[in-house]
């Protein structure tokens, strides 16, 4: 199978795309912020019966396709990845067991056939879980970085809930979860420190919170960034980027002292702010950045080519 539809659909953001899996190339995409919560709370808002919330989900994913640029046959086969898999998405599916491989034989794959109100089969991705974590969604990035060697590594996977991988000999064998992008949006927008913070950039002051990240407790230092405006006058901007490094220092601080190469996973935009961590530290770790969305089609490609 060539061509194939992928489906990130995540909890606050919904990306399809066309993609030609011989060449690994987009050929058309819809992105909106109809993310799985959305979908949920729209889905709820009906009040049907659970019996209408596949199909409820389907006439979602119709409509998108239907907005992708030429003729899309019927038949073409739509992969979905993310939050799609959980309890508020399309269809529940039980996470698999660590450890993760990069052949495929791990994964649980869902395959729905199409019917009237959305054509195309769905195969539906799940999670995959440890002892004491889980992982959605990043288990179609994580499939797209291809370990290449046996060393012992680290892929961080920023986000909402950031997600670090711990590889060794070609096997994913841990999992530790950090709420850093939730905790920070709470923090900026709902907590009274939102009266003392303005998005921008100031990389002094990311560095000053971090490095207190590392050796504080944050229960106590988060605090810091009020009497930083109150007691030494600091502005709006310093405070956000002195709160961005506080947090993303407490998170990285896990890999102090830890061997072996980091990836980190992730946008343009999140992209600096952990390597600058990073580097920060002191991590005399080799250090590489992967396109998230690089890594997203390739994981959805190996899916296709295994399974369809």
């Not at 039980?94 to 869902?110: A, E, L, N, R």
């Not at 195309?120 to 060697?149: N, Q, S």
């Not at 919170?209 to 605090?223: A, E, P, Q, T």
Request: charged share 25%.
């Amino acid at each position: 199978m060539r061509t194939f539809i992928s489906c990130d659909w995540g909890g606050s953001t919904f990306r399809l795309r066309l993609i030609d899996a011989g060449k690994k190339e987009i050929s058309g995409a819809v992105l909106s912020d109809e993310g799985i919560a959305k979908t949920h709370e729209q889905w709820m808002a009906t009040n049907q019966p659970e019996s209408e919330r596949i199909g409820f989900y389907r006439r979602k994913l119709a409509g998108a396709v239907s907005q992708l640029p030429g003729n899309i046959e019927k038949n073409i086969p739509v992969v979905v990845s993310g939050m799609a898999s959980s309890s508020i998405g399309l269809l529940e599916l039980p996470y698999q067991k660590f450890p993760f491989t990069w052949d495929c034989s791990g994964f649980d794959i869902k395959i729905m056939e199409g019917d009237e109100n959305f054509h195309h089969p769905l195969y539906l991705v799940t999670g995959f879980k440890t002892d004491e974590d889980v992982i959605r969604g990043e288990e179609t990035l994580l499939l797209g970085c291809d370990p290449g060697d046996d060393a012992e590594k680290v892929y961080i996977f920023p986000g909402t809930h950031s997600k670090h991988v711990f590889v060794k000999n070609k096997t994913g064998y841990d999992v530790r979860t950090y709420m850093t992008g939730e905790i920070f949006r709470l923090l900026t927008e709902e907590s009274i420190l939102r009266y003392s913070v303005t998005r921008g950039v100031d990389s002094e002051s990311f560095a000053q919170g971090f490095i207190r990240g590392i050796d504080d407790n944050l229960l106590h230092s988060v605090f810091m960034v009020r009497t930083r405006q109150l007691l030494q006058r600091a502005n709006p901007v310093s405070n956000y980027q002195y709160l961005s490094g506080l947090l993303i220092g407490t998170e990285l601080r896990d890999l102090n002292g830890r061997d072996g190469p980091v990836y980190i996973v992730c946008n343009e935009l999140i992209k600096p702010a952990y390597l600058a961590g990073l580097k920060l530290m002191g991590s005399t770790s080799e250090i590489y950045y992967l396109n998230a969305d690089e890594m997203f089609i390739k994981g959805h490609c190996k899916i296709a080519d295994y399974y369809l």
